[in-house]
């Protein structure tokens, strides 16, 4: 009863739907390993319009690692109502590393964080220790957004840093946790980032739904009835037009 308890908590914080919004068209996936895990994730739209779309991945499983995702979220959401008019990524995640070093809950988390200005069709990008995300130009183009720093809890080893790219109408963004690309079959060989990428020019025109629906069918086919050991979680976000 406990675990149910805690898988509702934690599933009451994920969105219920992707926001209506004239600029842009989302899509999720949310597998935990167990009836609650590490992962978390949303999307919010900022008073100018801006989209902001976060993914955690707190270490460890069950109810610790649960009990840290609603504390992070809870503090995410704070921090995003008080920088309405001047938010950036970098700073969130910069905050977030002060205000939970690992030895508050013995736990540390990879993060990513995006901020989406349709009107400038940019995207603005920070991660801490967490898989690159993908962002699939219109044209086909894979391009991994590699820029990142070390994980959130362990003091701000390696600097953190925001980037921002061209996201025009057409490009999409596809955010993942590790538990994704380290899926392992019974053979012991993980899907990797290589059939990741190679689903991602496959589906080239599915919509994000599709996408992450045909994606997971493509992983559970690998896995060929070995269960996940690792939450698994995808966003997909793509620019109308």
Not at 9 to 21: D, T, Y
Not at 29 to 53: H, Q
Not at 203 to 220: N, S
């Amino acid at each position: 009863k406990d675990l149910q308890a805690a898988a509702g908590i934690q599933r009451s914080l994920l969105p219920k739907a992707g926001p209506e919004h004239k600029s842009f068209d989302f899509a999720w996936r949310y597998e935990p390993c167990v009836s609650v895990g590490g992962d978390i994730f949303n999307w919010l739209e900022l008073n100018d319009g801006k989209i902001i779309a976060y993914l955690v991945d707190v270490s460890g499983h069950g109810v610790p690692a649960a009990l840290v995702t609603v504390s992070v979220t809870q503090r995410i959401q704070q921090y995003i109502s008080t920088h309405q008019n001047n938010f950036s990524p970098c700073s969130l995640l910069k905050t977030l590393n002060w205000e939970y070093p690992m030895e508050r809950f013995d736990a540390y988390f990879t993060m990513t964080c995006t901020l989406f200005n349709h009107e400038q069709q940019k995207l603005t990008y920070a991660s801490a220790g967490h898989p690159p995300p993908l962002l699939r130009q219109k044209n086909g183009s894979l391009i991994p957004l590699k820029e990142g720093a070390a994980p959130i809890g362990m003091g701000g080893i390696v600097p953190f840093t925001e980037t921002t790219v061209t996201f025009a109408p057409g490009d999409l963004l596809f955010c993942y946790t590790d538990g994704l690309n380290e899926f392992a079959n019974p053979e012991d060989e993980i899907f990797g980032f290589r059939r990741l990428q190679e689903a991602l020019e496959k589906l080239h025109d599915a919509t994000p739904q599709k996408l992450v629906d045909e994606l997971y069918r493509e992983l559970l086919a690998f896995g060929k009835g070995r269960q996940a050991e690792d939450d698994i979680t995808m966003l997909a976000i793509k620019a109308r037009g």
